[in-house]
């Protein structure tokens, strides 16, 4: 039997994914309506609120996995920095009120970015539920926004993890490591391979503030792109 491809194993991941998320979703409706029956707080509840834990976490791995498979080439436009962040905060914000969480952001540099307007969005969301996941109930984080000596705007996001040891470090952007019960691993080395689809890059390192800063680093749209759009 001849070797499967990258298309072949990227279309059965595909498949595998639609086969598993149908029936899922069936069993996730289930035990929320029987949850719902049973007495806040008894054995059983506590039981089903594991279980729902448990598909949530097998969705959200499901899902890690499609968008990795789906990632290639892309149809890009010229885009507002400011216009594509505020996208993604709006979007996050709700969560991160749950968690009493503040998010700073600073607009140093303002241009446009040659970019798959969603992927970028979704790859400023995953940094922020990144920063926010990682960060203690009621923390500030910050956004900033800056363009650096190379031509290519930072677009850095600072978390109150209180730092990762070095051996950690050097895990944390491998596929499937996830320091998070709930995390896949998956979403950094999606927003990596975004970057590099876009000619840019996914970097990390420590910051005073005894936490972690990951920064999105992506070249600016340059003038003849602008023009001719």
């Not at 950690?168 to 995390?183: E, K």
């Not at 749209?221 to 001719?228: E, N, P």
């Amino acid at each position: 039997m001849s070797e499967l491809t990258r298309d072949d194993l990227s279309e059965m991941i595909l498949r595998l994914a639609h086969g598993i998320r149908n029936p899922l979703a069936t069993i996730k409706t289930g035990v929320q309506l029987v949850k719902h029956l049973t007495q806040p707080d008894d054995e059983v509840d506590v039981y089903l609120a594991s279980a729902l834990e448990s598909v949530e976490r097998i969705d959200s791995i499901i899902k890690d996995l499609q968008r990795y498979v789906k990632l290639g080439p892309t149809t890009p436009d010229r885009y507002d920095v400011r216009s594509l962040i505020d996208s993604a905060v709006s979007s996050v914000r709700p969560n991160l009120n749950e968690r009493s969480q503040e998010l700073n952001c600073h607009y140093h540099e303002e241009g446009y970015l040659w970019v798959d307007r969603t992927q970028m969005v979704a790859c400023v969301q995953e940094l922020i539920h990144n920063a926010s996941t990682h960060s203690p109930q009621s923390a500030i984080l910050e956004l900033t926004v800056q363009r650096g000596s190379e031509g290519a705007f930072h677009i850095h996001v600072d978390d109150v993890c209180g730092g990762l040891e070095p051996k950690m470090a050097d895990q944390v952007m491998r596929p499937f490591y996830s320091t998070s019960p709930l995390g896949t691993g998956l979403g950094l080395n999606i927003v990596s391979k975004f970057l590099d689809l876009s000619g840019g890059r996914l970097e990390m390192e420590p910051h005073h503030g005894g936490g972690c800063r990951f920064s999105l680093i992506i070249p600016e749209a340059d003038h003849d792109t602008m023009l001719y759009h």
